[in-house]
T-cell receptor, first 115, second 112 residues
Framework: GAGVSQTPSNKVTEKGKYVELRCDPISGHTALYWYRQSLGQGPEFLIYFQGTGAADDSGLPNDRFFAVRPEGSVSTLKIQRTERGDSAVYLC?????????????FGPGTRLTVL | AQSVSQHNHHVILSEAASLELGCNYSYGGTVNLFWYVQYPGQHLQLLLKYFSGDPLVKGIKGFEAEFIKSKFSFNLRKPSVQWSDTAEYFCAVNDQAGKSTFGDGTTLTVKP
């Protein structure tokens, strides 16, 4: 079966531009997570969706970051007015229902480079 | 807030050597602990997880980890590493919503 997919795999943009990163979770998974991984560090939580709603967006660094999941499946992470410090690998994960014991399945990530 | 600390940033071993990677966590609630592996050029994949029961957990590829509640530790072990175990290893703890907090990872290099 298909795993979590993310597009694009690489994105190079200029400082100040707007970018969208897409995540396609495993079919039937209601929980979806976004993480950001900077060089030499572990993934850092950004936002968690349960269905269509953002259940926890406490990890979003500022209001330039926004994510949606309008139909409870595909999610898009949107970054406005990108800054060089936004350069990182953005990871998406999904799990069957969320919660303490669920296993998260990770996508390959989108490597964002802001010049 | 929960946190995870991995003591070793880079470990270099020869094939057949034994491996132990340290992981300590800080979290006040019921924990669910994970070890993930990321092979070169691949995405994160689950090695093993603990959420209750036997504190010695066995995972894929001969890996195991022991949950020691009194020490807030969840160390990863393998009796005899192979060159193909070269990868980056991440320890993580989940909260009640399944949100994961990761350590900064340990890069394992196994020399043939």
């Amino acid at each position: 079966g298909a795993g979590v997919s993310q597009t694009p795999s690489n994105k190079v943009t200029e400082k100040g531009k707007y970018v969208e990163l897409r995540c396609d979770p495993i079919s039937g998974h209601t929980a979806l997570y976004w993480y950001r991984q900077s060089l030499g560090q572990g993934p850092e939580f950004l936002i968690y969706f349960q269905g269509t709603g953002a259940a926890d967006d406490s990890g979003l660094p500022n209001d330039r970051f926004f994510a949606v999941r309008p139909e409870g499946s595909v999610s898009t992470l949107k970054i406005q007015r990108t800054e060089r410090g936004d350069s990182a690998v953005y990871l998406c994960a999904s799990s069957l229902s969320g919660g303490l014991t669920d296993t998260q399945y990770f996508g390959p990530g989108t490597r964002l480079t802001v010049l | 807030a929960q946190s995870v600390s991995q003591h070793n940033h880079h470990v270099i071993l020869s094939e057949a050597a034994s491996l132990e990677l340290g992981c300590n966590y800080s979290y006040g609630g019921t924990v669910n602990l994970f070890w993930y592996v990321q092979y070169p050029g691949q995405h994160l994949q689950l090695l093993l997880k603990y959420f209750s029961g036997d504190p010695l957990v066995k995972g894929i590829k001969g890996f195991e980890a022991e949950f020691i509640k009194s020490k807030f530790s969840f160390n990863l072990r393998k009796p005899s590493v192979q060159w193909s175990d070269t990868a980056e290893y991440f320890c993580a703890v989940n909260d009640q919503a399944g949100k994961s907090t990761f350590g900064d990872g340990t890069t394992l290099t196994v020399k043939p």
